[in-house]
T-cell receptor, first 114, second 113 residues
Framework: KAGVTQTPRYLIKTRGQQVTLSCSPI?????VSWYQQTPGQGLQFLFE???????NKGNFPGRFSGRQFSNSRSEMNVSTLELGDSALYLC?????????????FGPGTRLTVL | AQSVTQLGSHVSVSEGALVLLRCNYS??????LFWYVQYPNQGLQLLLK??????LVKGINGFEAEFKKSETSFHLTKPSAHMSDAAEYFC???????????FGPGTRLSVLP
């Protein structure tokens, strides 16, 4: 079974631009979560989508948004980029099957904002 | 709200020595507990998890962890460190639905030759 894939792997943007990151979960997984990882703040939860609906949300400004499609693929968008948005963005998928409760992570998208 | 603390942001051990990475959680109800490992420029990989049953959990790469409810701890151990164990380790908790994951700040493990 293929793992979680994220595209692109690396991205360089300038302040004020917007960016869209993509995540394809493991086949059959309906939950997709997004995290921001920085050296100073560690892993911070952005939001989780399940069956195309946002189920949980972290404490991030409205510039950060996401969506999930009917095939469970998810995208996250960051508008009006700031220097502090430079981070590794990780996507994780999980199954709702009984006994399966861990999250499976993709390799991440490293975003650099100049 | 759940929280996770990991004592020591950086731990160094010699190759062949015992690895002990500490994790304590704060939760009104014993949650599900996880340890993940992250190698440079990669995502997180599950090492092991505790949900129910035996409190000593064995994972991949020779790691194991013990859930101690009375101490609200889930420390990770490995009897003999290998150079390939050098990575960042994250302890995490979730609720009993497998949702609302909270990660600890991580511990960077260095293995010295």
């Amino acid at each position: 079974k293929a793992g979680v894939t994220q595209t692109p792997r690396y991205l360089i943007k300038t302040r004020g631009q917007q960016v869209t990151l993509s995540c394809s979960p493991i086949s059959g997984h309906r939950s997709v979560s997004w995290y921001q990882q920085t050296p100073g703040q560690g892993l911070q939860f952005l939001f989780e989508y399940f069956s195309e609906t946002q189920r949980n949300k972290g404490n991030f400004p409205g510039r950060f948004s996401g969506r999930q499609f009917s095939n469970s693929r998810s995208e996250m968008n960051v508008s009006t980029l700031e220097l502090g948005d430079s981070a590794l963005y990780l996507c994780a998928s999980s199954s709702t099957a009984a006994g399966s409760n861990e999250q499976f992570f993709g390799p991440g998208t490293r975003l650099t904002v100049l | 709200a759940q929280s996770v603390t990991q004592l020591g942001s950086h731990v160094s051990v010699s190759e062949g020595a015992l690895v002990l990475l500490r994790c304590n959680y704060s939760s009104s109800v014993p949650p599900y507990l996880f340890w993940y490992v992250q190698y440079p420029n990669q995502g997180l990989q599950l090492l092991l998890k505790y949900t129910t049953g035996a409190t000593l959990v064995k994972g991949i790469n020779g790691f194991e962890a013990e859930f101690k409810k009375s101490e609200t701890s889930f420390h990770l151990t490995k009897p003999s460190a290998h150079m390939s164990d050098a990575a960042e380790y994250f302890c995490a908790v979730s609720d009993l639905r497998g949702q609302n994951f909270v990660f600890g700040p991580g511990t960077r493990l260095s293995v010295l030759p």
